[in-house]
């Protein structure tokens, strides 16, 4: 079991620690936490405490707590030190080595990896003595989970909110390889597009990369689900730790997915073409004069299969909905038509997310709609496995 220690310094995104020992306890983490001073203005050291499962340690000079564990030995039995939130004062304490309290002592005498999360005030964060001791901290090898930008709770709007728990959780499982949340699971990922064939040379196709189904995969993977991706013809590395089936068809990818089954969880991210040739030439299809009209038929709906899979089918199932247009309303009566439990939304027009690197989505559960911010499609993909572990905690 991997071990954190958790700093917990002042501010008002304390309350978010909370939700990160939760999370991190539940992901299977041993957390220690530690509360300064001015943290325990914002939340108490009780309900730290029963959230980690472990004593909150606040004071340097406690002999109880001296007698326990000393604090050279707390800073070093821990495989990774967590700041969260890191304040504008515990920042510039850590760049100039003071170590006048429990916190700033134990970062000091430490010999783990330090991740800080910010969180503060966008002009204190964008401070000339901010951004000097973030540069110092960063050369020093101190690694950083940016804060977000949005309205504040001062009033303000800007950088400075404290990034969320389930990407700091996301960035704690990058740095000490797989947590094991979904352990014992198996999930169905399908990805990329399909290729209908007209002749043995022409296909239909779509401009799906793959990027996005991959990227989930390999996230749940991570988080350790035994990972069946089926993934349709694409141009971009297998991720590493899952059963890849190769497939170019829809009736191909169904099959897959069928012989796959059961599954705990089914993420459909492919992009299935709608339709394929009703009987596709067994010889190239000569060039004349009259080019031939193509008799479309319906393909099988591969996530609608497997949410209506009765007894097999799995508990979470994960569709997607890329939408020109009217995004919240069609992907919102996707859901309820398929069947499905969660509806990945985007809105594709223009946006160079079909084929990108990025992508920026809607969540629909039965709970309503989410809107996430644009984000790298790996990043992405991390957030919405650590989603998924959630249900299975
Ligand atoms: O194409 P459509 O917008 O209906 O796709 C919505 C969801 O259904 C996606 O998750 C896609 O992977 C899935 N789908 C499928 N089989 C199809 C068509 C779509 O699994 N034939």
Not at 215 to 242: E, H, K, W, Y
Not at 254 to 262: I, N, R
């Amino acid at each position: 079991m991997k071990r954190l220690l958790l700093i917990v310094s002042g501010g008002i995104a304390a309350y978010k620690a909370l939700e990160l020992a939760r999370l991190a306890a539940k992901a299977g983490y041993s957390v220690t936490p530690v509360l300064t001073k001015a943290g325990a203005q914002f939340i108490t050291p009780l309900s730290l405490q029963a959230l980690c499962g472990a004593k909150t340690h606040m004071d340097l000079f406690s002999l109880t707590e001296e007698s326990e564990m000393g604090h050279i030995e707390l800073s070093r039995a821990a495989d990774l030190v967590v700041v969260v939130p890191a304040s504008a004062d515990i920042l510039a304490k850590m760049a100039a080595g003071i170590a006048d309290d429990l916190a700033t002592t134990l970062l000091l005498a430490t010999d783990k990896s330090v991740l800080v999360a910010p969180a503060m005030n966008v002009r204190m964060w964008e401070h000339a003595a901010t951004r000097a001791n973030m540069a110092l901290l960063k050369a020093r090898g101190v690694l950083v989970v940016p804060p977000d930008e949005g309205p504040m709770a001062c009033g303000e709007f800007g950088p400075g909110r404290l990034a969320e728990p389930p990407v700091i959780l996301s960035a704690i499982a990058g740095l000490l390889g797989k947590n094991n949340m979904l352990a014992g699971r198996h999930a169905i990922v399908t990805s990329g597009p399909t290729h209908e064939p007209i002749d043995p040379v022409r296909y239909i196709a779509n401009r799906s990369s793959g990027r996005q189904g991959h990227a989930i995969a390999a996230a749940l993977a991570a988080l350790g689900a035994r990972v069946t991706l089926v993934s349709g013809p694409v141009n971009i590395p297998d991720p590493p730790g899952v059963d890849i089936r190769r497939v170019e068809t829809a009736t191909e990818m169904l099959k897959a997915v069928e012989s796959a089954m059961p599954a705990d969880i089914a993420v459909c991210a492919a992009a299935v073409g709608d339709w394929r040739t009703t009987t596709p030439a067994s010889h190239k299809i000569k060039k004349n004069s009259t080019p031939p009209a193509l008799q479309l038929m319906e393909n099988p709906d591969i996530l609608a299969w497997i949410a209506a899979a009765g007894p097999q089918r799995p508990r979470l199932v994960v569709g997607f909905a890329a939408e020109t247009q009217n995004l919240t309303d069609f992907a919102a009566g996707k859901r309820v038509v398929k069947n499905c439990d969660w509806m990945v939304a985007n809105n594709v027009a223009g946006t160079g997310i079909m084929g990108g690197q990025e992508n920026e989505i809607m969540l629909l559960t039965a709970r309503g709609a989410e809107a996430w911010p644009r984000m790298d499609k790996l990043e992405l993909a991390h957030r919405l496995a650590l989603r998924i572990g959630e249900v299975f905690a």
